[in-house]
């Protein structure tokens, strides 16, 4: 049905489609913003470590002094590190590799596809599957994270295409680089060999019984061809683990047992409907309906011992699930480590449906071919009108997430780069352009370039002990991962946004960090002492007491509610507690001002709230205090309303700052 150069012309104009619609999406995010970003913090890790290695020739994350196995994916490091030789600019980098590793996923899915539908004269089917891959709004934002994952994309549709044609040095090779590209690649090479063992020993036993009376193993399961590829891959999988031995003494990056560390705790129940739903809802309704299809009918044909084609891909998709379920039950940033499975996905989902609509057309019995055609071609449209929709839906989302990291990572770290000394020592949980674009040397909190932090993890202590030996100066800390509650930060992100990135001055004996459980029980006893419920909000903060006593928001809200009850010397003793720990805490401040009022000492409260507001005239909750000590204590709803208009004054300019 097609010619060569005209099949070469219909994939040149599929691939650029797909470089046009990340285009698209690209410079809807930067017409948006005004900058350039991506969606989350991790490209910038890879960037590091890039950067280092093209500046110092050392794999490492300062300059050429901290050498570490850090990087998940060296492989794409060392493109990274590859590609600063043609440009210094990061984000130009980042995108362009990243959507040249999805162009050439997107070659090998047509030609997994076409040789899969091949069989049945169904070439339109093939060339959908990679105008699929390439219109889904996962992969396009994947192409455009700044991450590893279209060439780990790229590389595992690598590997089953020379699987499938049986070409040992491709293989080898395409095996190889997988595992450089990110560790999971060792679930493939077991999908890989259940495949042979099966195509081998299940169904070539019953193709062979009635050939041969010789049913030797080597005669059963000829894997003659996979010599050069199992050398290829030994060898390079040897380098891989001889480099994380040198770099970090582990046979896996450092970010592998650190994720597992921080991450392989809780989600589990959870985990797989979040999973069903990411490869079910919306757009991928249809193709779901495929692959229920494809996989009944794959049943049938191991229950017939027939071959299975898309065995590998299967079995690849469901270790992925059973991998993550078990050790890193999150599913998250898009739920990008499971991105990996939709490609598999997609093809399965197709080869359901071409099963489906050539029974259809079979039952039917019109026009016999032209109506599997018709159907086909029905069923391929809904699906490219629903995948492109949904992209091009997800391109608000996209900016947004890119806004959402540029504001507390990528503004800390320039706000640290122009406000600390160079020898500044930053600990920070966050590590990508927090040493990107800061140049200060990170400690970092959770280990993913900091090995000897990985043991420590749980522990305050232990983590303040790291903190010491490694000489940290300031802290950059998301609040809802690591709060510091007795200093008062010396810059920070907007309050009345999720997750507050805010610096500290680190002092190793009086900086106090609290737990995240803690953390937790101060916002949820914040709520119920918000919606009126005194009792429970006390429960809870008694519970967070006994944790951390030295926690003095635990203090303060505990004298909320001993105030909301009216018992004011109780909330005096709660509000002094807070202060002698953080003797900054403006609450804590206006909480004293607020007894003062309650015990009819009203012109003492008012002048301790308008020092207040001399100390911190950008403060609002101070002119909001000050407007209802006037309002309920004074009866002047003139100067009330004057401090109220302050407020939403200073809450309007946090809003657009």
Request: net charge positive; hydrophobic share 60%; aromatic share 14%.
């Given at each position: 049905m097609f010619t060569d150069r005209l099949r070469l012309v219909l994939v040149a104009g599929v691939l650029v489609l797909g470089a046009l619609g990340s285009y698209l999406i690209a410079a809807h995010a930067f017409s948006t913003n005004g900058f350039f970003s991506f969606p989350l913090d991790d490209p910038w890790i890879h960037l590091q470590f890039a950067k280092n290695l093209h500046d110092y020739g050392s794999f490492s994350y300062y300059k050429n002094e901290m050498v570490t196995a850090g990087s998940t994916s060296p492989l794409y490091t060392f493109l990274l590190a590859l590609?600063?030789?043609?440009?210094?600019?990061?984000?130009?980098?980042?995108?362009?590799?990243g959507v040249?590793?999805?162009?050439?996923?997107?070659?090998?899915?047509?030609?997994?596809?076409?040789?899969?539908?091949?069989?049945?004269?169904?070439?339109?089917?093939a060339f959908s599957a990679p105008i699929l891959l390439l219109l889904e709004m996962r992969m396009q934002w994947a192409a455009l994270s700044g991450m590893e994952t279209t060439l780990f994309m790229a590389l595992l549709l690598a590997v089953m295409y020379s699987y499938t044609m049986q070409k040992p040095v491709h293989l080898g090779v395409a095996s190889g680089l997988l595992l450089w590209a990110r560790p999971e690649a060792v679930i493939m090479f077991i999908a890989v060999a259940l495949d042979v063992v099966y195509h081998g020993l299940w169904v070539g036993s019953s193709t062979h019984k009635a050939k041969t009376k010789h049913t030797s193993l080597q005669r059963r399961l000829d894997l003659s061809?996979?010599?050069?590829?199992?050398?290829?891959?030994?060898?390079?999988?040897?380098?891989?683990?001889?480099?994380?031995?040198?770099l970090s003494g582990s046979l896996f990056p450092n970010t592998f047992s650190a994720k597992l560390k921080y991450y392989g705790i809780g989600g589990k129940t959870l985990f797989p409907s979040q999973v069903f739903h990411f490869l079910t809802d919306g757009h991928m309704m249809v193709i779901a309906l495929g692959i229920a299809i494809g996989l009944v009918s794959m049943v049938v044909d191991l229950l017939k011992r027939r071959p299975l084609p898309l065995l590998a891909v299967v079995l690849f998709s469901v270790g992925m699930f059973v991998a993550y379920w078990w050790k890193l039950p999150y599913l998250y940033q898009e739920g990008r480590y499971m991105m990996p499975v939709v490609p598999f996905f997609v093809l399965v989902g197709l080869d359901g449906l071409v099963r489906a609509t050539e029974k259809i057309a079979a039952l039917?019995?019109?026009?016999?071919?032209?109506?599997?055609?018709?159907?086909h071609g029905v069923v391929i449209t809904v699906l490219i009108v629903q995948f492109a929709l949904a992209t091009w839906g997800k391109r608000a989302e996209y900016a947004f997430m890119c806004r959402y990291i540029h504001d507390r990572q990528v503004r800390t770290a320039l706000w640290l780069r122009d406000n600390t000394p160079p020898s500044a020592v930053i600990g920070t949980h966050d590590i990508g352009a927090m040493a990107f674009y800061s140049g200060r040397r990170i400690a970092d909190m959770v280990g993913l370039v900091s090995p000897e932090m990985i043991e420590r993890i749980g522990s305050l202590e232990r983590l303040r002990q790291f903190l010491v030996e490694k000489k940290v100066t300031h802290l950059a800390l998301l609040r809802n991962w690591f709060e510091v509650v007795n200093q008062t930060p010396l810059y920070k992100t907007n309050e009345r946004e999720p997750e507050i990135m805010e610096v500290f001055a680190f002092d190793p004996h009086t900086t106090h960090i609290t737990s995240q459980d803690v953390t937790r029980a101060v916002e949820v006893a914040a709520q119920y002492l918000y919606q009126g419920q005194g009792q429970i909000a006390s429960d809870i903060l008694q519970r967070a007491l006994q944790v951390d006593p030295q926690n003095s928001k635990v203090h303060h809200l505990i004298g909320m509610v001993y105030l909301t009850s009216g018992?004011?010397?109780?909330?005096?003793?709660?509000?002094?507690?807070?202060?002698?720990?953080?003797?900054?805490?403006?609450?804590a401040q206006i909480g004293l001002a607020q007894v003062l009022a309650r015990e009819n000492k009203v012109e003492e409260a008012v002048e301790r709230l308008q020092t207040l507001a001399h100390q911190r005239p950008d403060s609002p909750i101070v002119y909001r205090a000050l407007a209802d000590v006037y309002r309920y204590f004074k009866g002047d709803s003139t100067q009330a309303q004057a401090y109220m208009e302050r407020f939403h004054q200073l809450i309007q300019m946090q809003q657009t700052q």
């Open positions: 590609g600063f030789f043609l440009t210094d600019n990061e984000m130009v980098l980042s995108y362009v590799l040249a590793l999805l162009l050439v996923a997107a070659v090998y899915m047509f030609k997994i596809a076409e040789r899969l539908f091949a069989a049945r004269s169904q070439t339109i089917v061809w996979l010599k050069r590829s199992t050398i290829i891959l030994a060898a390079l999988t040897m380098l891989y683990a001889l480099f994380n031995l040198l039917v019995q019109i026009a016999g071919k032209r109506t599997a055609w018709v159907l018992r004011t010397a109780a909330a005096r003793a709660s509000f002094e507690t807070a202060l002698r720990l953080y003797p900054d805490f403006l609450e």
